[in-house]
C-alpha cells in the first residue's frame, strides 16, 4: 500500500505530461513569413492603392486612358488603335492595342506599349534582359480558336466618342467601345454582361528612367520601383515597376468560380475584408507551399487565370493570359441602382480587379451563354483535356518512397494477395542514385528492369520522379550535358543559376531554350535511362520552380531564360514547359513506339491539361483537408484542367482510420485517383489496414474500377468538348441558384451519378441536394429520392459512399473484378438504366484500345443508347477511319451480359423475357427477364440477363 501512492502519483503525472504534449504538439501550419501579402508584394499594393484611389474620387476619377479616335481602324474582324495614357499636358505614353473577333464568338484585347515594342529604353545595371513586354505566353498557351470572325462588323449605329462592333453568333454579341476615358462593355442580345476599366482602374505602368531623387520631389512612393527586397533576397528589376491591371466587371452576377489553384471554396470570395471574405486578392504566383492553409486565397503551386462568371441563365467569362505573378481582388455589389441590371440577373455585380507585375494586358472575353459553351471555347483556344492512357484513370498507390525493388514487388504482390485492383505504383525521389534523375540506386534498386516485368506481368506500370533541377556534379553526366550545351537557367548576371534542392547544389534545365527539348528527349530514351522500360511513365515534381533558397521559394526574378527573357516574365508558364519537353520525351522514346504519355505535374498553367494530369500537392491527413479536396478538383475541371486529383490519404501526417477509409471513398471521385504520403508517415497501403476498413476501402476501390467505362466516357467527352469530368452543381443545373454554391457533391460526366463524399468525422447520414423533381435512386440499393430544390437525408454508414442516380440515364459498368483494368479489356459490360419522368433513360460509352492513338484514326467504339417506348437500343455516333474496322474486329467478343433496369414499370412483374435483334443476326433472340419486387421506400428492379448483344454493334433489346 504505502509504496501504490508514489506509483499512482507517478501514473498521474506521466498522464498530465502525455495530455499536455498532446495539446502542444504543433498543428502543420504554413510559413506565412515565406510568402508575400498584397502589402509585400509592390506591385500589388500599388494597384490596390491606385484602385482605392480612383473609388475614393468617385464620379470625380477620370481613368487617364483614352482610346484615340484618329487611330482607329477595323479590318477583318480586328479593331486596331493607340491607347493613350495622359500623364500630363506634355506627357503622354502610347500603347497600341487590338481588339480582335474571333470566329468561336470569343473577343481578344491586347495593349502593348509602344516604346518598349521599339526597343526605345534603356535597362539599368548592364543587363542583357529582352526591352519588349513578354509576348510569348501564347506560345505555350494558346493552340488554336484564333481564326478571326468573317462577319465581325462595326455597327453603323456606332455614336461620337465610341465605336461598336457586332459578332459572334447571329451578330448577336456587341462591343461598345467608349474612347475617353476608354472603356469596353460587352453585350449580348442587347445586355451588358462584361464590362473593362468601368471602375477606372486601368493601369499599365509604363518605362521611364530612374531619376535619382524624384520622389522626394514628386511625392511618389518608389520604394518598390527599382528594386525590392523579401526574405533576405533583393530583385534587381532592371526594367522598373512595369506592371498592368484592369478591372472586369460583371453586371447582375453574383458568383464567380476559377482561377485555381487556391485551397477555397468553389465560389470565389470577396477580397478586400469584411465578414467571412478574404484579406488579400487571389494570388497566382506558383509556388511550393509547404503545409498550405485551407480558406485562402494564397497561392499554391499552380495558376490558370480563367474565370467563370454565373447567374441564372447566363455564364460569361475571361481569360488573363499573362504568364507573370498576377493577383485578383473581388468585390461583390448590390445591383439595385443600376441600370444595367436585368430581371433575370441577380441583384449583385460582381467586380474583378487583375493586375499582374510583368507583361502585356492580354484578355479572351467570353460570352457563354452556358457554362459548357465556355468550357468549349476556352478548350478551344488552350486545348482540351488529353485522353489518357487507360491505366491512368485507375487506381495509383504511391508513397514516398517505395525503398527497393523488392519492396515494390511486395507491394504488388500483397495487393493481389488481398485481391484489391490497382494500376501503377510509383517511384519518388529515393529510387535515384543521390538524387541524380535517370539513375538508379545500384543497393536499393539493383535490379529495375526485373520490377518492371514483374509489373507487366499484370499490365501494371511504374511512374518515377523526375524533377527539373539537376544535381550540380562534375561525374554526373546529365550536369555536365545540361552545362556544356548551354541549357541551363542562368541568373541575373548570365552565369548559370545554382540554387538549393533535393539534390543540395543544382541547376535547372531551361525549356525555354528549344534546344532543351531535343537533349531532355535523349535523356529519356531507353538506351540513355537505363533500366527503364516501356511500362514506366514520368512525374514531374517541383516545377514552379521549388528553389528551397530562393525568394518564396522559388527562382529570382531576374533570373535569365532563354531568349532574355527575366524569371518575372514568365514564371507561371514555367512549369508547363518542362511538362511540354516530358511530353515530347515520351513520345521519342523509341522510334516506332507511339504511346500516350503519361505525365503527372505539380505546376502548371493554361494548356497543361492537354499534355498532363495535376494534383492539389502537399495536403494534410486531416478531414478539413478531405472537405477541401473537392472545391479544388472541382475547380480545376472548371478551369479546363479536369484530370485533378488531391493525396488520398494526406500527405503529411498519418491518417486514422475512419479518415483514410473516408478518403478513399472520396477520393475515387477524383479524376487522376492515387495514394500518397511522405517519408515519415506510416505504411498505409489499403491491404495494411485492419478490419472493417480494409473491406471499406477495396469496395471503393472496386467501385472505381467497376465505374471505369462511365469514367473513361467522361474522359473521352472532356478531350473534345472541355467539359469537366466532375462536375459542380450549377454547371449541372445552372439554372438553379439554390445550388451555385454548393461544392461537396459532384456529377460523374453525363452518367447522372451524383456523390456526396463523407469528408466529416463520426458522420453517418448526410445531406444531399437534389435541383429537380426527376426521381434519384441510391446507387446501391435503389432507395428512391424526390423532390427539387431540397436537401435530402442519405444513410452513409461508415462502409456506404453517399451515390445517387438521377432518373433518365443509362450507366455503362463492367462487374468483374480484375487485378488492374488492362486485364478488364476484354470482360462484358452490365448497364444500369433509370427512367425519367417521361419513361426514358439516354447513355453513351466511348471505349478505345486505352493505349496508342489509334483513336485518332476512327480506332474505337463511341455508341449512344437510348431507352423509350419499350426499346433498348444502341445507336452508333463514331466518326469511321482508317483504323476502325480493326479495332472494331479485337473487340467483336465484346457484349452486354447484363442489363439492370431501375423502377420500371409495374406491368414487367409478369414479364420473363425480352426480344434483342442484333444488326445483322438472321433472326431475334430472347434474353430473359427477371423482376425483383421490392418495398419500403426502395425501387423495385428488373434484370436482363446475358441478352450478349456486341459492345460495337447496333441492336435493339425490345420490353
Ligand atoms: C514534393 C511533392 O509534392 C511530394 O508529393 C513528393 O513526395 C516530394 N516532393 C518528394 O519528392
Known amino acids: 500500500m504505502a509504496r501504490s501512492r508514489p506509483a499512482s502519483r507517478w501514473t498521474l503525472l506521466l498522464s498530465l505530461v502525455v495530455l499536455i504534449a498532446c495539446i502542444v504538439v504543433p498543428g502543420l501550419a504554413v510559413k506565412h513569413e515565406n510568402f508575400k501579402t498584397c502589402d509585400q508584394s509592390g506591385f500589388c499594393k500599388r494597384n490596390r492603392a491606385y484602385a482605392d484611389n480612383a473609388s475614393a474620387q468617385g464620379s470625380s476619377w477620370s481613368s487617364p486612358y483614352e482610346l484615340d479616335p484618329a487611330t482607329i481602324h477595323f479590318k477583318d474582324g480586328q479593331l486596331t488603335g493607340v491607347l493613350v495614357k495622359t500623364i500630363s499636358d506634355t506627357e503622354k505614353v502610347y500603347l497600341p492595342l487590338t481588339l480582335s473577333f474571333l470566329e468561336s464568338g470569343a473577343a481578344r484585347l491586347l495593349v502593348d506599349e509602344e516604346r518598349r515594342l521599339k526597343g526605345d529604353i534603356e535597362i539599368r545595371h548592364g543587363s542583357k534582359v529582352n526591352k519588349k513586354r513578354y509576348d510569348e505566353a501564347e506560345k505555350w498557351v494558346i493552340v488554336g480558336g484564333l481564326d478571326a470572325s468573317k462577319s465581325a462588323a462595326l455597327d453603323g449605329q456606332s455614336e461620337t466618342g465610341s465605336t461598336k462592333v457586332l459578332y459572334g453568333p447571329e451578330d448577336k454579341f456587341e462591343a461598345i467601345i467608349r474612347h475617353s476615358p476608354f472603356e469596353v462593355e460587352f453585350q449580348r442580345d442587347g445586355q451588358t454582361h462584361v464590362q473593362l476599366n468601368h471602375q477606372g482602374f486601368l493601369n499599365m505602368e509604363h518605362w521611364r528612367p530612374k531619376v535619382e531623387g524624384k520622389d522626394e520631389e514628386s511625392g511618389e512612393d518608389e520604394s518598390t520601383w527599382w528594386e525590392e527586397s523579401f526574405g533576405g533576397n533583393t530583385d534587381s528589376k532592371p526594367r522598373g515597376p512595369e506592371s498592368v491591371g484592369l478591372d472586369i466587371s460583371f453586371p447582375g452576377y453574383n458568383h464567380v468560380f476559377g482561377i485555381p489553384e487556391h485551397a477555397d471554396s468553389l465560389s470565389l470570395k470577396e477580397t478586400r475584408g469584411g465578414s467571412g471574405n478574404h484579406e488579400n486578392p487571389y494570388r497566382m504566383y506558383n509556388s511550393d507551399v509547404f503545409e498550405y492553409e485551407l480558406d485562402s486565397p494564397m497561392t499554391l503551386y499552380g495558376s490558370i487565370p480563367f474565370m467563370q462568371a454565373h447567374r441564372k441563365g447566363s455564364s460569361v467569362g475571361v481569360f488573363w493570359l499573362n504568364a507573370a505573378e498576377t493577383w485578383v481582388d473581388i468585390v461583390k455589389k448590390s445591383a439595385a441602382s443600376n441600370p444595367l441590371s436585368m430581371s433575370a440577373a441577380s441583384k449583385t455585380n460582381t467586380h474583378t480587379h487583375w493586375f499582374s507585375e510583368a507583361g502585356r494586358i492580354d484578355l479572351f472575353i467570353f460570352l457563354g451563354p452556358t457554362p459548357q459553351a465556355l468550357s468549349k471555347t476556352y478548350g478551344e483556344l488552350t486545348g482540351y483535356t488529353q485522353l489518357p492512357q487507360h491505366f491512368a484513370i485507375a487506381y495509383h498507390q504511391c508513397r514516398w518512397n517505395y525503398v527497393t525493388d523488392e519492396d515494390v514487388k511486395e507491394v504488388d504482390a500483397k495487393f493481389d494477395k488481398y485481391q484489391i485492383p490497382y494500376d501503377v505504383i510509383w517511384l519518388d525521389l529515393e529510387y535515384t542514385d543521390d538524387r541524380k534523375y535517370f539513375t538508379w540506386d545500384p543497393l536499393t534498386f539493383p535490379d529495375p528492369k526485373g520490377m518492371q516485368e514483374k509489373l507487366d506481368a499484370s499490365e501494371r506500370k511504374l511512374v518515377v520522379l523526375i524533377d527539373p533541377h539537376i544535381k550540380n556534379k562534375d561525374d554526373y553526366y546529365v550536369s555536365k550535358e545540361l552545362n556544356s550545351k548551354g541549357l541551363a537557367v542562368q541568373n541575373k548576371d548570365g552565369e548559370v543559376y545554382d540554387g538549393w534542392c533535393w539534390p543540395g547544389s543544382s541547376n535547372w534545365i531551361d525549356c525555354f531554350n528549344p534546344a532543351a527539348f531535343p537533349w531532355w528527349s535523349s535523356l529519356h530514351k531507353y538506351d540513355k535511362f537505363k533500366g527503364s522500360m516501356s511500362n514506366l511513365f514520368i512525374w514531374n515534381d517541383m516545377n514552379e520552380p521549388s528553389v528551397f533558397n530562393g525568394p518564396e521559394t522559388t527562382m529570382p526574378k531576374d533570373n535569365i531564360h532563354y531568349g532574355n527573357w527575366e524569371h518575372r516574365d514568365v514564371h507561371n508558364v514555367n512549369g508547363l514547359t518542362l511538362v511540354n519537353a516530358t511530353y515530347q520525351a515520351m513520345l521519342e522514346r523509341k522510334k516506332g513506339e507511339i504511346r500516350r504519355p503519361f505525365i503527372l505535374t505539380r505546376s502548371y498553367y493554361s494548356g497543361a491539361q492537354r499534355l498532363a494530369a495535376m494534383w492539389t500537392g502537399d495536403n494534410q491527413a486531416t478531414w478539413g483537408h478531405l472537405a477541401a479536396s473537392l472545391p479544388m478538383v472541382l475547380n480545376n475541371g472548371i478551369a479546363g484542367f479536369p484530370f485533378a486529383g488531391a493525396d488520398v490519404g494526406g500527405f503529411f501526417n498519418n491518417p486514422e482510420k ?8 472520396a477520393g475515387i471521385w477524383y479524376p487522376f485517383f492515387r495514394a500518397h504520403a511522405h517519408i515519415d508517415t506510416r505504411r498505409r497501403e489499403p491491404y495494411l489496414i485492419s478490419e472493417p476498413y480494409r473491406t471499406i476501402i477495396s469496395q471503393a476501390i472496386r467501385l472505381r474500377y467497376q465505374l471505369l467505362p462511365a469514367w473513361y466516357t467522361a474522359f473521352h467527352e472532356a478531350s473534345v468538348n472541355g467539359t469537366p469530368i466532375v462536375r459542380p452543381q450549377y454547371y449541372v443545373f445552372p439554372d438553379d441558384e439554390e445550388g451555385f454554391a454548393i461544392d461537396d457533391q459532384l456529377y460523374l460526366g453525363d452518367t447522372g451519378l451524383l456523390a456526396k463524399p463523407v469528408v466529416q468525422e463520426n458522420t453517418f447520414t448526410t445531406d444531399i441536394y437534389i ?21 435530402h437525408t442519405v444513410p452513409a454508414p461508415e462502409d456506404k459512399i453517399p451515390l445517387l442516380i438521377q432518373g433518365g440515364h443509362i450507366v455503362p459498368r463492367r462487374d468483374r473484378p480484375r487485378r488492374s483494368s488492362a486485364l478488364m479489356r476484354w470482360d462484358p459490360y452490365t448497364f444500369v438504366i433509370t427512367l425519367d419522368k417521361n419513361g426514358e433513360a439516354n447513355g453513351t460509352l466511348y471505349v478505345d484500345d486505352g493505349e496508342t492513338f489509334d483513336y485518332e484514326r476512327g480506332g474505337y467504339i463511341h455508341r449512344r443508347f437510348q431507352y423509350r417506348e419499350s426499346v433498348l437500343s444502341s445507336e452508333d455516333i ?24 431501375i423502377d420500371p414499370p409495374a406491368s414487367w412483374k409478369d414479364k420473363n423475357s425480352v426480344t434483342v435483334i442484333e444488326d445483322g443476326a438472321k433472326a431475334g433472340s430472347t434474353a430473359s427477364l427477371e423482376y425483383f419486387e421490392q418495398k419500403g421506400g426502395k425501387a423495385s428492379y428488373a434484370v436482363v440477363k446475358s441478352p450478349n448483344v456486341g459492345i460495337g454493334k447496333n441492336w435493339r433489346i425490345e420490353f
Open 658 to 665: 475512419e479518415l483514410l477509409s473516408r478518403w478513399y471513398q
Open 771 to 791: 435541383a429537380d423533381d426527376e426521381k434519384y435512386y441510391d446507387y446501391f440499393d435503389f432507395t428512391v429520392y424526390q423532390g427539387a430544390g431540397k436537401r
Open 878 to 901: 463514331s466518326t469511321k477511319g482508317a483504323k476502325t474496322a480493326e479495332y472494331l474486329k479485337t473487340m467483336a467478343g465484346v457484349t452486354v451480359e447484363r442489363v439492370i433496369i
